[in-house]
């Protein structure tokens, strides 16, 4: 994942989160079914898209990605950003400041 993200426009951080982060983590579980991807910056659809097939043609698994804009990934009003923050985070691409 970090090769495929690593230089798309429009990403300022992305994460693995969700079963595989917290399988990684050491937590006990089922093996994951898929593999969660947080990405925190602005990216079309159509992006994502593109992204979400490539990934899992090399991983072999469903690859599902959210994108987070910046804003609210740092102010935390969502729901959504408040549980994945926490939950396991694997770091994929630095976060740039």
């Known amino acids: 994942m970090r090769q495929l993200l690593s230089d798309e426009p429009g990403i300022s951080a992305a994460y693995l989160f969700g079963s595989w982060a917290a399988r990684y983590e050491g937590q006990w579980g089922e093996p994951p079914a898929d593999i969660d991807v947080l990405i925190i910056g602005e990216m079309p659809s159509r992006q994502v898209e593109e992204l979400e097939g ?12 959210t994108v987070v804009p910046p804003d609210d990934w740092r102010s ?7 549980t994945v923050r926490k939950r396991p985070l694997v770091p994929i691409v630095a976060e740039s400041r």
């Open 76 to 82: 935390a009003r969502a729901g959504f950003v408040r």
């Open 54 to 65: 490539e990934a899992e043609d090399k991983l072999g698994l469903p690859v599902q990605i």
